[in-house]
């Protein structure tokens, strides 16, 4: 069983920028693929960017040159660097693991998942 532990979140203002962590347990880590997704209030959970195994990525496009997803095997740890946010970012952010190693852009693709963390951007 792998643990999935969001940080990062908070208030900021619209062109702001903020950056998340998502702490993993377990040894395997480094053969997981990453991912974020986020949801707002009444609407479905959506992609927001992935990473694989060997790092390989891939961002909704209403992130594309804002939103940075990396990786840092030795921590155990994935990250969300995100610039420019926009009110419309507003949103709980999960993190997620996927045993299988490569990317996937949909919910089902993911075998765990943190708990969220809270981004509210202000205009």
């Known amino acids: 069983q792998v643990q999935l532990v969001e940080s990062g979140g908070g208030l900021v203002q619209a062109g702001d920028s903020l950056r998340l962590s998502c702490a993993a347990s377990?040894?395997?880590?480094?053969?997981?693929?990453m991912g974020w997704f986020r949801q707002a209030p009444g609407k479905e959970r959506d992609f927001v960017a992935g990473i694989n195994w060997r790092g390989d990525k891939a961002n909704a496009n209403s992130v594309k040159g804002r939103f940075t997803i990396s990786r840092d095997n030795a921590k155990n740890t994935a990250y969300l660097q995100m610039n420019s946010l926009k009110p419309e970012d507003t949103a709980v952010y999960y993190c997620?693991?996927?045993?299988?190693?490569?990317?996937?852009?949909?919910?089902?693709?993911?075998?765990?998942w943190g708990q969220g963390t809270q981004v509210t951007v202000s205009s």
């Open positions: 997620a693991a996927r045993r299988a190693g490569g990317l996937g852009v949909g919910l089902r693709d993911y075998d765990y």
């Open positions: 377990g040894r395997a880590f480094s053969s997981y693929a």
